[in-house]
């Protein structure tokens, strides 16, 4: 991380109540000069010796008043000065068999992971390119391909890529920029803080075998952003091999994921 390329920054950063956006906040608080915190809890976590000016906002992301009351309320403050970047990483998983997730629990997912996020890039995309800036959308691997078992989850972040794509090609000329980010798995609270198929909490243990930690996914989310080159991030073998077996290889993939994930849509 280069402390210098942080330095007098404006940040927005939605869900920094707990896991990656918590550990970007950590990161980030006391080097940038300025942060939004967007989320249902924003000021979960806040304490009076930072140096940056901190200003939470409540907001549930799945809600289109909450959103539009962000927009007019970070555009009324920065109208004179501008966002350098938006870091729409909140967001919920969703678990269960394609056949018995109910349209509620897709619905809901894609409220919070796709319909919020994008809202709030398209409303505050003036001030992103007042400064020439970013919107990082914390993604998944689950979004590079459909996984079994989390159609919702895979299905809105996936969605989210395409409009987030667009944005990046639209805004080529003016210096806006738009990174995908899709760690693998995390340890964080997404386990239960998401939603089964008929749309109750979950309560899953945490993914089994070498998981990163929030902060490690936080600072390369954060490197990306200081790479002018930065497009669809992903990290180690899950997200190489997803992004190569697609084009060459579905099949094998498909087979993979099959034996891989089968516990998770086999009842
Ligand atoms: N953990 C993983 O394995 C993993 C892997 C790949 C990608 N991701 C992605 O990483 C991002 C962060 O998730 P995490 O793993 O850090 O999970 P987490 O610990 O559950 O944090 C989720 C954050 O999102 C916020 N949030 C959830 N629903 C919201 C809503 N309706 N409105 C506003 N904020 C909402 C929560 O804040 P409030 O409760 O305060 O609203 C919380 O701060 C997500 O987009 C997720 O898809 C996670």
């Not at 289109?64 to 909140?90: H, P, R, T, W, Y």
């Not at 997912?109 to 400064?131: C, D, H, S, V, W």
Request: net charge positive; with cysteine; aromatic share 8%.
């Amino acid at each position: 991380m280069r402390i210098d390329y942080w330095k007098g920054k404006t940040v927005i950063i939605t869900g920094a109540s707990s896991g990656i956006g918590e550990a970007i906040y950590h990161r980030l608080d006391g080097v940038v000069s300025k942060i939004y915190l967007v989320s249902r809890k924003p000021g979960k976590l806040l304490s009076n010796s930072s140096t940056s000016t901190i200003i939470p906002i409540v907001c549930d992301l799945s809600k289109q008043d909450d959103v539009e009351k962000v927009i007019s309320k970070v555009s009324k403050l920065e109208k004179n000065s501008g966002i350098d970047v938006l870091f729409n990483n909140a967001g919920i998983t969703a678990h269960g068999r394609f056949d018995s997730t109910e349209m509620s629990v897709f619905r809901k997912t894609f409220e919070t992971n796709f319909f919020g996020p994008l809202r709030l890039a398209q409303g505050l995309m003036p001030l992103i390119l007042y400064k020439k800036g970013a919107v990082v959308s914390t993604s998944t691997v689950s979004g590079l391909y459909g996984v079994p078992g989390r159609a919702a989850y895979s299905s809105s972040k996936a969605a989210l890529h395409s409009a987030m794509e667009a944005m990046r090609i639209e805004m080529m000329k003016t210096g806006v920029r738009s990174i995908i980010v899709c760690p693998p798995y995390t340890r964080t609270n997404l386990r239960t803080s998401g939603l089964d198929s008929s749309g109750k909490r979950l309560s899953e243990e945490q993914a089994e075998g070498k998981i990163k930690t929030a902060d490690e996914v936080a600072l390369a989310i954060i490197n990306s952003v200081e790479n002018p080159n930065s497009r669809l991030v992903t990290f180690d073998k899950s997200g190489f091999a997803m992004k190569l077996l697609r084009l060459f290889s579905p099949r094998l993939l498909e087979s993979i994921m099959y034996k891989k994930l089968y516990k998770d849509f086999s009842n």
